[in-house]
């Protein structure tokens, strides 16, 4: 089955600052990826999402882009803010397979004042 | 609220009980997904229902765990004998996928169980 993987597991940056988190896939055939940001106590909430024919997504300071070819995903916070700390989590998963996805194990990402 | 609902949000049961969870998708979304969340990992899928058919289930999914939607709506989780490794956040989305219509999946605020 897919396996993503996900890297930091915790990024601290400094306000206005960038921020990335990497994943990678395992299974070629996924074709939808989607970023969940989770606040503590608060259900997952889709922040961006990229489908496998497009390179690279952009939505305000938030950005998504995709390497089909090594199977690796990143999500580029820009201008980072306090209310941007929280858990992030990638996530794979492939049409026509239910579309149930597989998420990678999270960021913590924490902007400090 | 509009979104996915999940009841109860919080449950304490004591080893070997049955417990039962519900989910209310968002009303016109054919696809209901569970997973289940340990802290400091990333939800792992269980089961989802394509309106009220089942169509998958994680082997994660033990003989102590059944799950209905019996009129493609609303959906129940059951665990039966319930052990301490049970213990999660057990979370509900649902989707609309159609020939032509695959939306996001939208998350309930899940329900945390806890096996004492």
């Known amino acids: 089955g897919e396996n993503v993987e996900q890297h930091p597991s915790t990024l601290s940056v400094q306000e206005g600052d960038s921020a990335v988190i990497k994943c990678t896939y395992s299974?070629?055939?996924?074709?939808?990826f989607p970023w969940y940001k989770q606040e503590l106590g608060k259900r997952p909430q889709l922040i961006i999402d990229?489908?496998?024919?497009?390179g690279e997504k952009k939505d305000q300071r938030i950005a998504v882009t995709l390497n089909k070819t090594a199977k690796h995903f990143s999500l580029h916070i820009t201008e980072t803010q306090p209310e941007d700390s929280a858990v992030y989590f990638c996530?794979?998963?492939?049409?026509?397979?239910?579309?149930?996805?597989?998420f990678g194990t999270g960021t913590q990402l924490k902007v400090e004042l | 609220d509009t979104g996915v609902s999940q009841n109860p949000r919080h449950k304490i049961t004591k080893r070997g009980q049955n417990v039962t969870f519900r989910c209310d998708p968002i009303?016109?979304?054919?696809?209901l997904y569970w997973y289940r969340q340990t802290l400091g990992q990333g939800p792992e899928f269980l089961t989802y229902?394509?309106?009220?058919?089942?169509?998958?289930k994680s082997r994660l999914l033990s003989d102590r765990f059944s799950a209905e939607r019996p009129k493609g709506s609303f959906s129940t989780l059951e665990i039966q004998r319930t052990e301490q490794g049970d213990s999660a956040m057990y979370l509900c989305?649902?989707?609309?996928?159609?020939?032509?219509?695959?939306?996001?999946?939208?998350f309930g605020q899940g329900t945390r169980l806890t096996v004492v």
């Open positions: 989305a649902s989707s609309l996928v159609g020939h032509d219509t695959n939306t996001e999946a939208f």
């Open positions: 009303s016109e979304h054919n696809r």
């Open positions: 990229i489908r496998s024919n497009v």
């Open positions: 229902f394509q309106n009220e058919a089942q169509l998958e």
């Open positions: 996530a794979a998963s492939i049409k026509g397979g239910g579309n149930k996805l597989t």
């Open positions: 299974d070629s055939a996924s074709n939808y």
